[in-house]
Nanobody, 120 residues
Framework: QVQLVESGGGLVQAGGSLRLSCVAS????????MGWYRQAPGKQRELVAR???????NYADSVKGRFTISRENAKNTAYLQMNSLKLEDTAVYYC??????????????WGKGTLVTVSS
């Protein structure tokens, strides 16, 4: 079993910055992908950014140039640096990992989410 704990959410004014962190723990052999998704009220959950073990990244078009994902593989930790935040970035942000454990190969795990609220 893999547990994910997110932190770093909060209230910030438009144009400000926040840094989210996600720590994965448990019986983990390896983590291929670590990523961040978000879900705004009344909307579907969407990919924000993700990074493979080797460092390949994908970003949603809406956050390119403003958000940066990074990870520390040795610590099973991912970060999301969010700059130039906009009102439309308000959402619950979820950490997602694709991990291999002693009993499961390449399974997706989700954190409980951390709320990011951008105010005007």
């Amino acid at each position: 079993q893999v547990q994910l704990v997110e932190s770093g959410g909060g209230l910030v004014q438009a144009g400000g910055s926040l840094r989210l962190s996600c720590v994965a723990s448990g019986s983990i052999f390896s983590i291929n992908i670590m990523g961040w998704y978000r879900q705004a009220p009344g909307k579907q959950r969407e990919l924000v950014a993700r990074m493979t073990y080797g460092g390949t990244t994908n970003y949603a078009d809406s956050v390119k140039g403003r958000f940066t994902i990074s990870r520390e593989n040795a610590k099973n930790t991912a970060y999301l640096q969010m700059n130039s935040l906009k009102l439309e970035d308000t959402a619950v942000y979820y950490c997602n990992v694709r991990a291999t454990t002693p009993v499961e190969y390449g399974m997706d795990y989700w954190g409980k989410g951390t709320l990011v609220t951008v105010s005007s």
